[in-house]
């Protein structure tokens, strides 16, 4: 099974939970392809956590085509990447899920990997965008004819490789990114919106790209749906290391994280029910405040 990843120095602690997890709920062979511009052996080592069933590839990316743009907030120039993965991997290389390192695999989704396209260049989820009546702006559906769609989540994304670089030129991926850098809010995934809007297979978002922050916004999202996903996804700026992230998916993450570091686990816990006691305590007299 190919697998697609970048991470920077910052991001090497979650990539190996993802990694740790990944192996935990598959059994097939795992070839890795890790997409970076720093990275050192030492990195690679640390990653490395089964040398007989996972094979590393490292993947050191030019950057500079993306010279000239700026990403704000928590997404990072990394992101744009997957853009380059069709035209970087080796030509014999046919497909790859690119999956995200702040999320964990539950299940064995190997059966997913060898999901039929049906003649579609990727198969992806829909965003939580969808539900809040967002996604692409309305200037870029008319400058590149984007018709009615589901706005998908790059987070998870099974590629058809083979598919995209007999379609898409790697120049037009990039005069996009550069051309509409001021109106691509969330930046590859705006791009992956426009290119393939009309040729992408949409599955379940509550199967393989289960976003946690959909929580606040779906109603049919309970435990049950949590622990029926196969891939649990910590998108959004707070991470479940963080002692102030909601409850809803912390311990999942940390049934796998704590295997590496209990004392970690120990302290964030601890910080987490003290911060969400004192959060419960404020939401009452705000509460109460409005009835009286």
């Keep these: 099974m190919n697998i697609g990843i970048v991470s920077s120095h910052g991001y090497l602690p979650m990539a190996r939970i993802m990694i740790k ?5 598959t059994s097939c062979n795992i070839e890795l392809f890790l997409f970076h511009i720093d990275l050192q052996e030492k990195d690679f080592d640390y990653l490395h956590l089964d040398k007989n069933r996972m094979k590393i590839h490292p993947i050191l990316v030019d950057s500079s085509c993306f010279d000239g743009i700026e990403v704000k907030g928590h997404y990072g120039l990394f992101s744009y990447f997957r853009l380059l993965a069709p035209y970087i991997l080796p030509k014999e290389i046919k497909r790859i899920m690119w999956l995200d390192t702040d999320l964990i695999i539950q299940k064995d989704i190997e059966c997913y990997y060898n999901s039929d396209f049906e003649g579609n260049a990727l198969i992806a989820s829909p965003s939580v965008m969808n539900l809040l009546g967002k996604g692409l ?4 559906k008319k ?5 009615e769609s589901i706005y998908f989540n790059a987070g998870v994304l099974l590629l058809d490789l083979e598919y995209i670089r007999k379609n898409i030129s790697l120049d037009f991926i990039l005069t996009i990114a550069h051309e509409d850098k001021e109106l691509l809010k969330y930046i590859d995934q ?4 426009i290119l393939f809007w009309d040729k992408v297979k949409i599955t379940s978002q509550y199967l393989y790209n289960f976003s946690l922050k959909d929580a606040f916004y779906d109603s049919k999202i309970n435990s049950k749906t949590i622990k029926d996903a196969y891939i649990l996804h910590y998108c959004g700026e707070k991470k479940p290391t963080d002692f102030t992230y909601p409850d809803i998916g912390f311990e999942e993450y940390w049934n796998i994280a704590k295997t590496y570091n209990k004392t970690s686990y120990y302290k964030t816990k601890s910080l987490h029910l ?11 007299f705000i509460k109460r405040k409005v009835y009286e």
Excluded at 21 to 25: E, G
Excluded at 137 to 140: G, H, N, R, T, V
Excluded at 143 to 147: I, L
Excluded at 190 to 193: A, K, M, R, S, Y
Aim: net charge positive.
């Design 21 to 25: 997890s990944l192996l935990l709920a």
């Design 137 to 140: 702006p309305l200037e870029l």
């Design 143 to 147: 400058k590149y004819n984007v018709g």
């Design 190 to 193: 705006d791009v992956l919106n």
């Design 274 to 284: 003290v911060y969400d006691f004192f959060r419960k305590i404020k939401h009452f």
